[in-house]
């Protein structure tokens, strides 16, 4: 996944969502109860790349995506299908979390790439992560 970008939806100008700094409001939470901190990147699946290789804005991969969300303690609370189904290659998507850090340090993946790098170990095969 490369050229992550912030993206604002026209839906953070609602007074649901108040907004907390550049590209981070804070909205009620999709899930339950309590409100969640919130922000939209875009970004661009790799089909070359390990785990990757079906992936599209109507089908992201969940190699190296569920990472991502692992990594910075992060959820999504909304996939803009609309966005997605009319894109041919940009990836649009809502990530939450009860933690204002979690989502400053998400906003941190703007201009990175998060690629899977495969190896082998006793026969089986694993992956790393990699943010650069």
């Known amino acids: 996944m490369k050229n992550f970008k912030s993206y604002t939806p026209e839906k953070y100008s609602a007074l ?3 907004k907390i700094e550049d590209n981070i409001y804070l909205t009620k939470n999709p899930y339950g109860e309590g409100e969640v901190y919130v922000t939209s990147l875009t970004f661009e699946q790799e089909p070359n790349e390990y785990g990757e ?5 109507c089908n992201i991969t969940q190699v190296p995506f569920e990472n991502l969300l692992d990594e910075f303690g992060v959820f999504v609370t909304d996939f803009y299908e609309q966005l997605n189904e009319k894109s041919g290659s940009i990836c649009y998507q809502e990530f939450g979390s009860v933690d204002l850090e979690n989502i400053q340090k998400l906003q941190g ?3 990175k790439r998060i690629f899977a790098v495969p190896y082998e170990e006793d026969g089986e095969e694993y ?6």
């Open 127 to 132: 992956y790393h992560i990699v943010i650069e």
């Open 16 to 18: 649901a969502y108040q």
């Open 109 to 111: 993946m703007i201009g």
């Open 53 to 57: 290789k079906d992936g599209s804005p």
